[in-house]
Every structure is written in C-alpha cells, then in structure tokens.
C-alpha cells in the first residue's frame, strides 16, 4: 500500500502512518482498540483487507428501511451499518421503494440468508391499520428483532423512538417566542404512531402556550415528500399561518417553496421549521431550522439491543425514546406582531 493512502487511511483512524503500517503488517505493539479502529477505517474507505486480517462474519443482520429519497434514512442506515460490522457482522441492506418489493418479500429473503437478526426502521410496524401477525410470527420463532420510529403494543420486541410529542412541542415554542400565534402543522397521514404522537404534542403545546384547544383546522394531513409539504403549506397558507412545523426536512421544503409561489419570503413572512435535521439541511436557501432526531443514539440502542437478543438475553417488550433537540437556522425569525 502506497504512502497517499496510508495517510488517508490513518486521518480517517485518527492514528498515525506507522500504527497503521503496524496493523497492515500484523505487528505487536497495537491495542484491540486501535486496531479494530484501523480496520474500520479501512472498510469505510472502501480498501480491500490483507487476507490476514480478514475475518470471519459474527452473521448477517438485516437492516429493513422504507426508502433512500429522504436523506433521513441512509443516515440511519449507514450508522448502524457501521456498528454492525465493528461488530463483527454483515448487513443486507433492503431498500423499499415504490413498486418494488413490499417489506413482507424482504422478510422472507432474509429468513431464507439465515440472517441473525432484523431491524426494521418506519416499517408497518408504525402503521395502526397494519396486520402485526407478520411480527409475531418472527417473535414466536425466536428471531432477535428491533423496530425503530413506531410503537406497537402487541409486537413483544423492544422499540427504538424519538419523542415526537416533545419535538412538536419544541417546535411551537421556538414559532410562539418569536411571536406567532397562527402557526401550522404538515405532516404525513394520520394512521402512523409518529404522525398521531406529533399531534398530540403540538395539541398540548398550542393550548399550553396560546391558549387555543380547537386546532384541528391548523393540522394538514399529506405526503412525506417535497410535494406533499407543499401541498399542505399551500392549505394552511391559505388558512393564515405564519409559522408551519413540518414532520419532515423535505416536507419543510415544500413549504418554503409554497411560501415563495405565494410571493412570500422565508423566514420575512412565514417561518418554517422542520424535522429530522437530514445531511445538508443547513446548506438549503435559507438553511432550515429543523427539530433534530438523534440518529446516533438511535441506531447505536437499536444495534446494541439486537445484538443482546444475539447474544441469548431475552427480548423486551419496551421503548426507549430519545430527546430531540431544536436547531436554529435561518428559516424562522420574527413573527408579525413582532415585526410591527
């Protein structure tokens, strides 16, 4: 291996030339650590391994996640693919797009790999009108599964979250501090745990803050896409508000390009804010402040908990819910009553 990508490989370690020569070279003098961290930097740069160093897989753990259009979701899966194989083991990663194949297909597939493991991400698991019979069946065969963003009480598995009651709170109070008092809300349809948790979360805060027990003519019910924010800004546009929370970064920027075909600037006239805290949400025009969802703990627990099913610790029936945080950009500012 050539000097240029020692070098790379050691700033991706973070150790120096000649520890990362070591470890090529299968030299004593290294800790695991610094080890494994080399190694890691090694695959992550896409190096092919010395044949030495190769080692055996701990067993195949399949990552199930809805789509890669929303940057959302290959950050998820990313870090817990990069968990995964510091652990020793292989994902598959199954990617649900429109007209392909439907998540029950991917299931089947992976039970045929033999894989050790499943995590599924925003999967039916999160739908209340779905069938959960296609969880329990892998519950009652033994199969170490995890679900991240969605609850369901009759899946006996434990469940990774953020607290979306708390991010919708965080968001009206950031929109009610500035000064608006008719502020929006976008977001997906109805029958999915994260949509009804948000509701419910910006209820409370509207009636805690403003006062206001009646929102239902504030909540805008559409796609998770570009479009479908669009589509539901457009609706509570036209409804008067001046602040919207999106459920979603790319919800959020439809509703800055709704603003503007209406001839309205952002955040001048209407503050947005969004959810997720995607990769390059602060290099948008104006960059979006957004309700950050903590990925990294999140796919860190859903990791972590899989594999202590693995490893023969029995399965919880639980949640463990992770804290937003709110992230101030440039696309909200002060509301109307403030600005005269």
Same mark, same amino acid.
Request: proline share 6%; net charge negative; aromatic share 4%.
């Given at each position: 291996?050539?000097?240029?990508?020692?070098?790379?490989?050691?700033?991706?370690?973070?150790?120096?030339?000649?520890?990362?020569?070591?470890?090529?070279?299968?030299?004593?003098?290294?800790?695991?650590?610094?080890? %494994?961290?080399?190694?890691?930097?090694?695959?992550?740069?896409?190096?092919?391994?010395?044949?030495?160093?190769? %080692?055996?897989?701990?067993?195949?753990?399949?990552?199930?996640?809805?789509?890669?259009?929303?940057?959302? !979701?290959?950050?998820?899966?990313?870090?817990?693919?990069? /968990?995964?194989? %510091?652990?020793?083991?292989?994902?598959?990663?199954?990617?649900?797009?429109?007209?392909?194949?439907?998540?029950?297909?991917?299931?089947?597939?992976?039970?045929?790999?033999?894989? /050790?493991?499943?995590? !599924?991400?925003?999967?039916?698991?999160?739908?209340?009108?779905?069938?959960?019979?296609?969880?329990?069946?892998?519950?009652?065969?033994?199969?170490?599964?995890?679900?991240?963003?969605?609850?369901?009480?009759?899946?006996?598995?434990? !469940?990774?979250?953020?607290?979306?009651? +708390?991010?919708?709170?965080?968001?009206?109070?950031?929109?009610?501090?500035?000064?608006?008092?008719?502020?929006?809300?976008?977001?997906?349809?109805?029958? !999915?745990?994260? @949509?009804?948790?948000?509701?419910?979360?910006?209820?409370?805060?509207?009636?805690?803050? +403003?006062?206001?027990?009646?929102?239902?003519?504030?909540?805008?019910?559409?796609?998770?896409?570009?479009?479908?924010?669009?589509?539901?800004?457009?609706?509570?546009?036209?409804?008067?508000?001046?602040? @919207?929370?999106?459920?979603?970064?790319?919800?959020?920027?439809?509703?800055?390009?709704?603003?503007?075909?209406?001839?309205?600037? @952002?955040?001048?006239?209407?503050?947005?804010?969004?959810?997720?805290?995607?990769?390059?949400?602060?290099?948008?025009?104006?960059?979006?402040?957004?309700?950050?969802?903590?990925?990294?703990?999140?796919?860190?627990?859903?990791?972590?908990?899989?594999?202590?099913?693995?490893?023969?610790?029995?399965?919880?029936?639980?949640?463990?819910?992770?804290?937003?945080?709110?992230?101030?950009?440039?696309?909200?500012?002060?509301?109307?009553?403030?600005?005269?």
């Amino acid at each position: 291996m050539n000097n240029t990508r020692l070098a790379d490989i050691a700033a991706q370690a973070g150790v120096s030339e000649a520890t990362v020569s070591r470890v090529l070279n299968g030299k004593a003098g290294v800790s695991p650590a610094t080890r %494994q961290a080399v190694l890691t930097a090694l695959d992550l740069m896409g190096y092919e391994r010395p044949q030495r160093l190769r %080692q055996r897989s701990n067993g195949l753990i399949g990552l199930v996640i809805p789509e890669l259009g929303n940057p959302i !979701f290959p950050a998820f899966a990313q870090a817990m693919e990069k /968990s995964l194989i %510091q652990h020793g083991y292989t994902p598959i990663l199954c990617t649900q797009e429109p007209g392909g194949a439907p998540e029950d297909e991917f299931t089947e597939m992976l039970l045929d790999r033999g894989v /050790s493991g499943i995590v !599924f991400v925003s999967g039916l698991h999160a739908d209340t009108t779905a069938r959960m019979d296609r969880y329990t069946r892998l519950t009652d065969r033994g199969l170490p599964i995890v679900f991240v963003d969605g609850y369901n009480e009759a899946i006996p598995a434990p !469940f990774i979250s953020p607290d979306d009651r +708390l991010a919708a709170r965080l968001a009206v109070q950031h929109l009610v501090d500035l000064g608006h008092e008719r502020i929006g809300l976008a977001l997906g349809q109805r029958r !999915f745990v994260p @949509v009804i948790r948000k509701i419910e979360g910006f209820q409370q805060a509207m009636a805690q803050l +403003l006062g206001l027990t009646d929102v239902d003519d504030l909540i805008q019910h559409s796609l998770f896409s570009v479009e479908g924010g669009q589509a539901a800004a457009a609706a509570l546009l036209d409804r008067g508000c001046t602040g @919207v929370f999106c459920a979603s970064d790319l919800m959020a920027l439809g509703a800055i390009r709704a603003a503007r075909e209406r001839g309205l600037s @952002v955040p001048g006239d209407v503050s947005v804010v969004g959810f997720d805290d995607s990769p390059l949400m602060a290099f948008t025009d104006p960059p979006l402040t957004t309700v950050r969802k903590p990925i990294g703990a999140m796919a860190a627990a859903a990791v972590e908990t899989l594999l202590e099913e693995i490893g023969g610790s029995p399965a919880k029936h639980v949640e463990l819910v992770y804290q937003p945080e709110l992230v101030v950009r440039g696309s909200t500012s002060s509301g109307p009553l403030v600005n005269r």
